[in-house]
Each structure stands twice: as C-alpha cells, then as structure tokens.
T-cell receptor, first 110, second 113 residues
Framework: GENVEQHPSTLSVQEGDSAVIKCTYS??????FPWYKQELGKGPQLIID?????GEKKDQRIAVTLNKTAKHFSLHITETQPEDSAVYFC?????????FGKGTMLLVSP | KAGVTQTPRYLIKTRGQQVTLSCSPI?????VSWYQQTPGQGLQFLFE???????NKGNFPGRFSGRQFSNSRSEMNVSTLELGDSALYLC????????????FGQGTRLTVV
C-alpha cells in the first residue's frame, strides 16, 4: 500500500517568514495530493491540492509543488501569520483512499 | 451549502460496550470515508462507502464496521470497545467519482474508560 513520509514534524517561524513542509510517497499509482490544515478541536480543512499532471499550483500565500518522478511534493506558505499556526497534513490518494503523513505542527510567532 | 456533520461530538463509553457514530455528507456527495486519528498513529483509513456499498477497507479488526443509507448518510459501529479505541473519528465526504476533494467533518471524540 501507499506510504507517505512528512517532514519536519515541528516547524517554528517568525511572522512574515516562509514555511516549507515536504512529503514523499511510495506508490506511483497515486495521482492526487491534497494538503489539510487542522486546528485544535476541529477536523482537517482542505487548503490546497495538486494532481499529477500539474507541477505547481498557487493560491494567494500558499503554493504546492509536485515532482512525480521523484515522488516528492511540498507545501510553501509565504508571509506567515499567527493564524497559520496549526497542524498540517499532506496526503496521497489512490482508489479514493487517502494516506496521510504524520503531520507538521507549524508555530508562527508574532 | 452545509458541510459534513458528525454526531455526537463527544462520547464516553466503558470497555466492552459498543458505539455507533453518524456522519451526514455534503448534499450530492455519494462517498463517505471514515478515519481514526490518534496521537501515536495519526490519521488511519477505516473504510469507504459509495452508493451504499463498502468500496475500500483499511487494516482494522472486524469490530469496526459501517454502513451507508440511501440518502448517503453513514454510520460507523465499534463493538466490544477497548481502551485503545479511544480516538477522534473523522468522516470525509466526496463525490466519489475519480480522485476528487474530500471534506472532513469536525469528528467524534470517543473516550473508552
């Protein structure tokens, strides 16, 4: 089955800095890669996604890149704000099933 | 447009009991997937239902079961509860056709004592 590795497990940045979270996956059959943000006491919220026929996608301060050959994908957050503090999960979808990374706790200090 | 609704939000059960959790997906979505979230194991896939049929299943014991109704609402049942079943149970709603966005509910926090 699919295996998703996510790094780092924790990330502390100053407000205004950029943050990068990296994931790798194992199964080349996976073609859809979403990113979720989970705040305390809430369910995961879909923030951006990318499909295997696209190398990069951007939505305001958030961007995701995908290298399908290397089986890497990354989340980039620019101009971080305190409200970006949360746990971020990457995932890979195969046959409508999501396999998640272990999560990255992002802390943005004012 | 209403989001994914899970009930109840919190449950406390005793070892050996059984529990039923409910999930109402986004209107028009036919797929409901269930995930277990724990600090140690993270988010793990339990099963997926599409048009009242279980389409995919994760590596959980048979004590974990589910079903889906004709209106796409889904229930998950856990029998003979163990302490290790304490977790946040999340359901995700999607159209179920191809690789499409999955939207999560707030989850049900189950505590087994």
């Amino acid at each position: 089955g699919e295996n998703v590795e996510q790094h780092p497990s924790t990330l502390s940045v100053q407000e205004g800095d950029s943050a990068v979270i990296k994931c790798t996956y194992s199964d080349s059959a996976s073609n859809y890669f979403p990113w979720y943000k989970q705040e305390l006491g809430k369910g995961p919220q879909l923030i951006i996604d990318i499909r295997s026929n696209v190398g990069e996608k951007k939505d305001q301060r958030i961007a995701v890149t995908l290298n399908k050959t290397a089986k890497h994908f990354s989340l980039h957050i620019t101009e971080t704000q305190p409200e970006d503090s949360a746990v971020y999960f990457c995932a890979a979808m195969e046959y409508s099933t999501l396999t998640f990374g272990k999560g990255t706790m992002l802390l943005v200090s004012p | 447009k209403a989001g994914v609704t899970q009930t109840p939000r919190y449950l406390i059960k005793t070892r050996g009991q059984q529990v039923t959790l409910s999930c109402s997906p986004i209107s028009g979505h036919r797929s409901v997937s269930w995930y277990q979230q724990t600090p140690g194991q993270g988010l793990q896939f339990l099963f997926e239902y599409f048009s009242e049929t279980q389409r995919n299943k994760g590596n959980f014991p048979g004590r974990f079961s589910g079903r889906q109704f004709s209106n796409s609402r889904s229930e998950m049942n856990v029998s003979t509860l163990e302490l290790g079943d304490s977790a946040l149970y999340l359901c995700a709603s999607s159209t179920g056709t191809g690789e499409t966005e999955a939207f999560f509910g707030q989850g049900t926090r189950l505590t087994v004592v």
